[in-house]
Every structure is written in structure tokens, then in C-alpha cells.
């Protein structure tokens, strides 16, 4: 007997996206992100605003996914949700969503490990994007994360690396915010990086054992730089703007593939997939591309709208689970930190 096609509606809601996306198996037939402008001039997310926000958008978001999707809500074979790890607040709204409309409907209920969905966005059916084979090296880069994971099996995975204070996304973050760029600041850096000179300042990359990062002391270093060159020059960061941006990126660009090189060393393993927010960086996606030349690896980049916080990876996770019977039941709880 053919298996039937299993329709998965997947909710995100782990920090301040508000996203649902239907997928039919591992196909995406709608994608919706609601993002909350309000955080802009705080520099930065509020909790509490988030889950309020999140609260306006779900049921918009999740009206708009049924509709691009054209099904309607008794064709639903489950729902997918993030447990953890985010902000509690809004978590909680995602969760309650879901285990309500999971009992209404009386179909299954799927909880996600957002960090996992990263990692097996990979595996969403996308033309011109290939899927990595087991094992492969995940470096999943975020504003809340920086890891480096032996992914063995869908549900088989270890971090062999991650940062042990600051994530990537919070360097490049509060990097702007030292130099006045707007929140969120990494996308600016990228996008002035471009037209800069990535020698043009030199940088110390902190030195740390194993295949760990630590990106707080390299902070500390750009704001002293900083704090140092104004004082001689108050048009400095306006004068050299993009040249300080491309110097940047480029430290860490560098600490990232030298960990990355290191762990391909340690494993043997040469397939390599990035995932997180902070990999739609273009110097980062670069770098990383040019090593399947130099190393002969084999190297894998989302498609851009799966790289950001968004339902599809959820789902995705979901319908590996839904294949698996991994249901749980309305017990299941938000976790802000959970275990991987």
C-alpha cells in the first residue's frame, strides 16, 4: 500500500518571527514570517513585547499559511511546534496554539528543538539545493548560538564545539551598535563589508582550545579600537565606515573556518552544512564555498529564507518525527533552554 501524503502544519515563535508554514511531506507548499518591527528602537529584542506581538500574529499567520497552501484545517495530519530553546513568553504563545488547535483537531502533536530545525533544514525539498548525506558537520550560527554538531541521524547529533560566552550574531550585533549602526546590525556589516578592505585593521582572534569559539574578548577589543581611533578623530567610523565593517566580517570569517578546518581534521568527516540566522552572511556562505576547491569538501547552504527563524524547518523536523510516531502529548511544556 503507497503511504498517503502527510499535510504538517509547523509553528516558530521562539523569539520575536512570528512563522507557520504547511508542508506536504518534505515540501513546502507555504511559508509565512511576521516580523515585530517595535523591537528597532530598543536596539535590541523585549521579551514581553515579543509574546505580545506574537499573540496579535498567530492566528493572521496561520490563516495566510492555510490559504497559500490552499487546504483547509481537517486535512491536517499534525502540528509542529517549538519547544525551546527562546524567549519564555514566546514560546508559550506558540505552544499554547498549538496544543489547542493539535486537541480541537484531535491529530498529533510534535514538539521541535528549534537548534535541530536549523540543522534539518537541509533536508526541505528544494530545487538546485542538495541534501547532505550522513555524517556531515553542521555549524549552526546564530544571535543565541554558535555550534559546531556531528549530525550522525535525524535524531543522532552532538555538539563536538560551541561558544563559551558570546554567540557570532551577538559579536556582529553589538559590533554595529558600537559603530551606530541599527539594530538588527549584522545584515549592515555584511552589506558595508562589501565595498570595505577586509586587511584594512587587524584584529586578534582570541585563542581558545578545541574546536570551542569565544567571541566576547574580540567585542571588548573592536570597542577599545574604536573608543581609541574617535579620540584622535571624531569622523573616524564615518571616514573608514565600510573599511572597519570588512575587517570585521573578516576576523570572524576567519575564527569560524580555522574551527571548521579543525573539525574536519578531528572527524574525518568532509560534508559540511551551516544553518542560523548568521548564515545568510555573504562573506560567510563565500568562505565556506570556497572550500569545496581548496579542501575538496563538500559543502551545503540553505536556501535564504530557511536560514533566518522560520516555520519550514519546524516542520521539517516534524514530519521526520510524524514518520518516526515521535508524538507527545498535551503534557509537553516551552523550555527556554533545552537539552540538544
Not at 582550545?209 to 584622535?232: C, E, M, R
Not at 576576523?251 to 560534508?271: D, N
Request: charge should be negative; hydrophobic fraction near 45%; include cysteine.
Amino acid at each position: 500500500m503507497k503511504p498517503h501524503d502527510v499535510y504538517i502544519l509547523a509553528i516558530e515563535s521562539s523569539c520575536d518571527d512570528t512563522a507557520a508554514a504547511i508542508l506536504k511531506n518534505n515540501t513546502v507548499l507555504s511559508n509565512v514570517v511576521a516580523g515585530q518591527k517595535i523591537h528597532e528602537e530598543y536596539g535590541g529584542v523585549v521579551p514581553e513585547l515579543a509574546s505580545r506581538a506574537h499573540q496579535q500574529n498567530i492566528v493572521p499567520v496561520v490563516d495566510a499559511v492555510l490559504k497559500q497552501a490552499k487546504i483547509t484545517l481537517q486535512e491536517l495530519h499534525a502540528v509542529a511546534f517549538t519547544q525551546g530553546p527562546g524567549l519564555m513568553g514566546s514560546l508559550l504563545v506558540g505552544t499554547s496554539f498549538a496544543k489547542s488547535l493539535a486537541l480541537a483537531l484531535g491529530i498529533p502533536l510534535l514538539a521541535v528543538n528549534h537548534m535541530h530545525a536549523h540543522i534539518l533544514a537541509h533536508f526541505i525539498k528544494e530545487e538546485g539545493f542538495d541534501q547532505p548525506e550522513f555524517p556531515f558537520l553542521a555549524l549552526t550560527i546564530s544571535g543565541g548560538h554558535t555550534q559546531i554538531v556531528k549530525v550522525t541521524g535525524f535524531f543522532d547529533m552532538e555538539i563536538i564545539g560551541e561558544t563559551t560566552d558570546d554567540a557570532v550574531g551577538e559579536a556582529f550585533d553589538k559590533s554595529a551598535k558600537i559603530l551606530g549602526l541599527p539594530y538588527p546590525g549584522g545584515p549592515l556589516i555584511d552589506k558595508l563589508a562589501k565595498e570595505g578592505n577586509p586587511k584594512a585593521f587587524h584584529f586578534t582572534k582570541p585563542k581558545v582550545d578545541g574546536l570551542n569559539f569565544s567571541f566576547s574578548g574580540l567585542k571588548t577589543q573592536i570597542l577599545y579600537f574604536i573608543q581609541k581611533q574617535t579620540a584622535v578623530n571624531p569622523e573616524f567610523i564615518e571616514t573608514y565606515k565600510a573599511d572597519i565593517c570588512a575587517s570585521i566580517q573578516h576576523t570572524i570569517i576567519e575564527i569560524l573556518m580555522e574551527k571548521i578546518k579543525l573539525a574536519v581534521q578531528e572527524t574525518g568527516i568532509t560534508q559540511i552544512a551551516i544553518g542560523g540566522g548568521v548564515s545568510a552572511n555573504s562573506g560567510i556562505r563565500a568562505a565556506l564555498k570556497a572550500t569545496e576547491s581548496k579542501y575538496g569538501w563538500k559543502t551545503f547552504i540553505p536556501k535564504f529564507e530557511y536560514t533566518t527563524d522560520n516555520a519550514a524547518m519546524i516542520g521539517i523536523v516534524g514530519y521526520q518525527k510524524y514518520k518516526e510516531q515521535q508524538f507527545n502529548d498535551a503534557t509537553v511544556a516551552s523550555k527556554a533552554r533545552i537539552a540538544f
